[in-house]
């Protein structure tokens, strides 16, 4: 295989700094533009805390174009292997390993089995402390820290008795210090307090041995005890404060990061709902308490789903009047506690949102840090709120634009093509009601002309009543399934009988499904665009086509005029839009009720140039819902 | 009764200004009222060979009108329906309209209509046994279809169908009356069906059927059978 081609693998667990992981993952794969593939192996079998973790980091990995695989294996070396030998990868990339044990990491660390196992993959692991609860796991002071404790005092008693040369205490005590200190690292406090009392009783044994009572200085037990707890102490302080900065520097990784996750999901939203939902989810995954929005609704609150808290406690009402003038809720800084639920002023940049409330799951408060972050949290929902309050307001202040302009160019329309017939009416009306001479031939031509006219005028208004009702959904689409043929049929019936026989050619597969529409609004659609073809290339041959595609239905209008000038594809549906070098006839609506028809159905119209010239109009419609049964075949018993 | 008796019931001055001439100036007789009350009156009084029904009236709706009409009258009822009625319009033909003409209409197509709902009337059931035109021929009594001198086997639904839709030659008949005729009462709902055999009907009886000569569909009403081609007269 190639070698742009072969993936990146990068190999996820749950700890929080996957995200760098997948970070450099998705940097190494677009420097060689290759594809990656984000993998997770399980290698027991039961779910745990971390795997809805995983699924996160692993969606993030999906959002960064990674390929995402989830696979069963015993070992995550083996699994690993496994897929990279089957996938080509070219690099794989591992944080450093997790294995418990330090001597599992001296000699038996993934990367080094995966290397081990002769893979030809370059394997990189992203340098990643150790998770700090992993390490606090065997901290615990059980049997086996007591056993080692002892034993790790005998040793040190043992070398302490191999002292070379005799009497020298001055070499007894590091020992001892020693032993001290590497019992408080590794098994707390506790213990090491244990190892000075029991050091100064073995060295009070070993000065009672002949070894040192001669010559020594019967040096003071109490002394060495002092010294032995000083030491225990301080290694355990500094330990202390290291586990701590090391916690902090975690706790604020894990905080950025779902800061981070909150933030990117919140802009993807586009409703307020959307919202109660991240931000509920978010809540609960980071901090596992309950969490729902609620919004000031008409002298009540409303809550955005999830549906409101358990114990269904919304602030009370006398709040309402401080959050609609967007006065910040109670002291900002506190939350406010309401029954078992605290609530939380989403306050944004001029007012506030809204109330983020929250339930702990065991009714507990949270600490203060927990808090902090919580905060963060408030103070992204919020933005998010009033981006999508802000865009409502665009928006809104858009459509009204719209209706305004579209509202001017209705009586201009109107103004215009409204006028001219009935002008034409008039006045050929006013002619033949003159006590004057007109010919024959002028008189019908006149009449001729008033019913040309009037029947132009009665489509006008037909094609804006019907787009009016159509925009504003007063026409019920009523979709029955029916065969194509029928619609197509009346469709050129209706402009045959007008205008005499269409050269069209109609090409309709025999296999076509029966597709759910409308047969009026269709068949107005068909009669609209063999009509706007006819326009624009009149006299040329057209083709009428239709063929089946995966869940839908295409029906294809074509010419042969002169196509469509670019960039005018979209435009040409617009209402009252007309081609600038179109000539007569066509007020720029028939392509607008076109796409209004096309979009009552929930399918798409597009318009395009043809190749070898001319003009092509796709309409697709949608085969939804359950086609019926055909008729049984069993006539024969009627 | 040589010259029909025509009742125009529409509120609207100016359509009854255009049809009463129209109509007086085709050897019919003619009535108009331009309220659902006077019609009705009129209605019972004149008793008329037919009846033009608008169904937006003033003072009551014309889905009313019709069904009182019915419960004494057998005349046909010709429904002038606006655009914005196409329920009411299938709805109308369902409770006994025999047809329908929606507004705006020409003159051509309102004295066509006229004559093929007067000439139901005058004669009642299936009068002739053979008819042809349009290079169809159907001979009802011994079931041969003939296409341009063709024999054509038709099944037993498909015939029945037929049957029901040159029953009411030139008139339409809605989706929920062939369904009812054709396949009885069960058979309401499932417009597919009909539509389906619509589709082989048109497959052996229409040169092409997708531009149909005889089996015009009406869209989102029903069909309607004409023997000649569809034209102006």
Same mark, same amino acid.
């Given at each position: 295989m190639d070698a742009p081609h072969r993936p990146v693998l990068v190999a996820l667990g749950s700890e929080a700094r996957a995200l760098r992981l997948i970070q450099a993952g998705y940097r190494l794969a677009r420097e060689r533009s290759a594809p990656w593939i984000a993998v997770h192996v399980e290698t027991g079998g039961h779910p745990t805390e971390d795997s809805e973790q995983v699924q996160v980091w692993l969606q993030e990995a999906q959002r960064l174009g990674a390929e995402i695989r989830v696979i069963q294996a015993p070992t995550l070396a083996h699994g690993l292997a496994e897929l990279t030998r089957r996938t080509h990868a070219q690099v794989l990339l591992l944080g450093r390993? !997790? +294995? !418990?044990w330090p001597w599992a990491r001296v000699g038996h660390s993934t990367a080094n089995e995966l290397l081990r196992r002769g893979l030809d993959t370059f394997i990189e692991v992203v340098d990643e402390r150790l998770d700090h609860s992993r390490t606090q796991?065997?901290?615990?002071?059980?049997f086996g820290a007591m056993v080692g404790t002892l034993c790790v005092l005998a040793a040190s008693s043992g070398l302490a008795w191999l002292v070379p040369h005799e009497g020298n205490l001055a070499l007894v005590l590091p020992v001892y210090l020693a032993a001290v200190t590497f019992i408080a690292h590794r098994w707390g406090q506790g213990l090491a307090v244990l190892a000075s009392v029991l050091s100064t009783l073995f060295f009070s044994f070993l000065l009672e041995t002949p070894r040192f009572s001669?010559?020594?200085? =019967?040096?003071p037990n109490l002394l060495f005890f002092l010294a032995m707890l000083l030491a225990a102490q301080a290694v355990m302080g500094l330990l202390h404060r290291l586990r701590q900065q090391a916690r902090e520097v975690q706790r604020r990784e894990v905080h950025t990061a779902s800061l981070y996750l909150l933030g990117r999901a919140l802009a993807r939203c586009h409703g307020i709902d959307q919202v109660g939902v991240i931000a509920a989810e978010h809540i609960r995954r980071v901090f596992k308490v309950e969490a729902c929005l609620l919004f000031p609704a008409q002298g009540d609150w409303k809550a955005a789903p =999830?549906? =409101?808290? +358990? =114990?269904?406690?919304?602030?009370?009402?006398?709040?309402l009047p401080q959050l609609e003038v967007g006065e910040r809720l109670g002291d900002p800084l506190e939350p406010l506690a309401i029954g078992r639920t605290y609530c939380l002023s989403l306050s944004g940049t001029d007012r506030s949102e809204g109330v983020l409330q929250i339930l702990p799951r065991d009714g507990a408060g949270l600490p203060s840090e927990t808090w902090e972050l919580l905060k963060a949290f408030a103070v992204q929902i919020a933005l998010a709120l009033e981006r999508l309050r802000w865009l409502e307001e665009a928006r809104k202040a858009q459509v009204e634009n719209e209706t305004e302009r579209m509202r001017s160019t209705l009586l201009g329309a109107i103004g215009h093509d409204l006028r001219t017939p009935l002008a034409a009416i008039h006045g050929a009306a006013g002619t033949l009601l003159l006590p004057s001479e007109v010919s024959e031939s002028t008189r019908r031509d006149l009449l001729s002309m008033i019913q040309d006219e009037s029947e132009r005028l009665a489509h006008l208004l037909g094609d804006l009543l019907d787009l009016t009702r159509l925009e504003s959904g007063a026409i019920h689409v009523q979709k029955e399934w029916q065969p194509l043929e029928e619609v197509v049929g009346s469709a050129l019936g209706r402009l045959e009988k007008r205008q005499g026989p269409l050269p069209l050619q109609v090409d309709l597969p025999e296999t076509l499904p029966l597709v759910p529409l409308d047969a009026a609004l269709i068949e107005q659609l068909l009669v609209n665009l063999l009509t706007n073809a006819q326009r624009h290339a009149p006299g040329q041959a057209m083709d009428l086509r239709a063929w089946e595609e995966p869940g839908q239905v295409v029906v294809e209008v074509a010419d042969r005029g002169p196509g469509i000038p670019e960039g005018y594809e979209e435009r040409i549906f617009d209402k009252f839009f007309r081609l600038p070098e179109a000539g007569e006839?066509?007020?720029?609506?028939g392509l607008a009720i076109c796409r209004a028809i096309v979009q009552a159905h929930g399918g798409a119209i597009r318009a395009e140039n043809r190749s070898g010239g001319g003009s092509s109009f796709r309409v697709a419609l949608p085969l939804d819902g359950v086609p019926p049964l055909p008729p049984e075949s069993a006539e024969g018993a009627s | 009764m040589s010259q029909p008796l025509i009742l125009i019931i529409e509120d609207e001055a100016p359509l009854r200004r255009f049809l009463i001439p129209t109509l007086s100036g085709h050897h019919y007789q003619v009535l108009s009222a331009a309220t659902a009350h006077e019609g009705l009156a009129m209605a019972r009084t004149h008793n008329p060979d037919l009846i033009l029904l608008d169904l937006g009236l003033p003072d009551l709706d014309g889905m009313t009108v019709l069904k009182e009409l019915r419960t004494w009258s057998r005349k046909p009822i010709v429904i002038l329906s606006a655009r914005v009625q196409e329920r009411d319009k299938v709805q109308a033909l369902d409770q006994g309209a025999d047809d329908y003409l929606a507004k705006p209409f020409g003159a051509a197509e309102l004295l066509a209509r006229l004559r093929v709902a007067l000439r139901h009337t005058l004669q009642?059931?299936?009068?002739?046994?053979v008819i042809s035109g349009g290079g169809l021929r159907i001979d009802l009594e011994r079931r041969a279809i003939t296409v341009n001198g063709q024999a054509v086997k038709l099944t037993a639904l498909e015939y029945r169908l037929l049957e029901a839709l040159v029953r009411r030659q030139g008139k339409v008949a809605t989706h929920g009356q062939l369904l009812a005729e054709v396949w009885g009462p069960g058979g309401a709902g499932n417009t597919h069906y009909l539509r389906i055999y619509m589709a082989m009907l048109r497959k052996k009886l229409e040169t092409d059927p997708t531009r149909p000569k005889h089996f015009i569909t009406e869209p989102n009403v029903g069909y309607r059978f004409n023997l000649e081609a569809p034209g102006e007269g």
């Open positions: 390993s !997790r +294995d !418990r796991a065997f901290h615990g002071s059980g001669r010559g020594a200085a =019967p040096w =999830p549906p =409101p808290l +358990d =114990p269904g406690l919304p602030p009370p009402p006398e709040l006839g066509g007020v720029g609506l | 009642t059931d299936m009068a002739e046994p």
